[in-house]
């Protein structure tokens, strides 16, 4: 079993920044891609951001040039600095990681965090 645990959420001001964290851990082999999505009240989940293991990024368009992934694979722990927050950032943002446990025989499972909140205000 693998848990993944975020922090860093909280209410901010507009313009203001935040730094997410995720740490994994477990029954962890190897980590492949981890990422952060999140879903806004009444919207769908939607990827915000992912980072390989070997450092290849991919940003949403809504939030290129504002929020930097990064992650420690010594640690399997992900980060989400996000700068120039907007009102439209409002949302439970979540962790995602792809990892082949110990257990699973060479084959990548899929697991999601349990979500912080991240509130703008305007």
């Known amino acids: 079993q693998v848990q993944l645990v975020e922090s860093g959420g909280g209410l901010v001001q507009a313009g203001g920044s935040l730094r997410l964290s995720c740490a994994a851990s477990?029954?962890?082999?190897?980590?492949?891609?981890m990422g952060w999505y999140r879903q806004a009240p009444g919207k769908q989940r939607e990827l915000v951001a992912t980072i390989t293991n070997g450092g290849n990024t991919n940003y949403a368009d809504s939030v290129k040039g504002r929020f930097t992934i990064s992650r420690d694979n010594a640690k399997n722990t992900v980060y989400l600095q996000m700068n120039s927050l907007k009102p439209e950032d409002t949302a439970v943002y979540y962790c995602?990681?792809?990892?082949?446990?110990?257990?699973?025989?060479?084959?990548?499972?899929?697991?999601w965090g349990q979500g912080t909140q991240v509130t703008v205000s305007s």
């Open positions: 477990g029954s962890i082999f190897s980590i492949n891609t």
């Open positions: 995602n990681a792809f990892v082949i446990t110990t257990q699973s025989m060479g084959l990548l499972d899929n697991y």
